[in-house]
């Protein structure tokens, strides 16, 4: 699959809430939760982050996504693919 680049921080937010709201099997995730308070474990931060990399060519930074919420984890991931070229 071609590595791509979301149109913005919120098509970005959309695709990862609903990626996280499968992984854990909760419909009712927000940008506001924490990964780990929703269910998650590293074998499921392993696997979303499998899926981002394979998309966006850049993964999301696990300190930030286990320890703050997943808006910002997501916001960090993005300015991260729009600040350099996906590899």
Do not use: C
Not at 15 to 43: A, C, K, Q, R, T
């Amino acid at each position: 699959m071609p590595v791509s680049i979301p149109e913005g921080v919120h098509e970005l937010q959309k695709l990862l809430i609903d990626w996280v709201g499968e992984f854990v099997e909760n419909p009712d995730v927000s940008p506001e939760d924490n990964f780990l308070d929703l269910g998650g474990h590293s074998l499921l931060a392993m696997n979303l982050n499998t899926l981002v990399q394979e998309r966006f060519g850049h993964e999301l930074d696990v300190k930030i996504l286990f320890e703050d919420s997943l808006g910002s984890a997501i916001a960090e991931l993005y300015e991260r693919i729009a600040g350099q070229p996906a590899a």
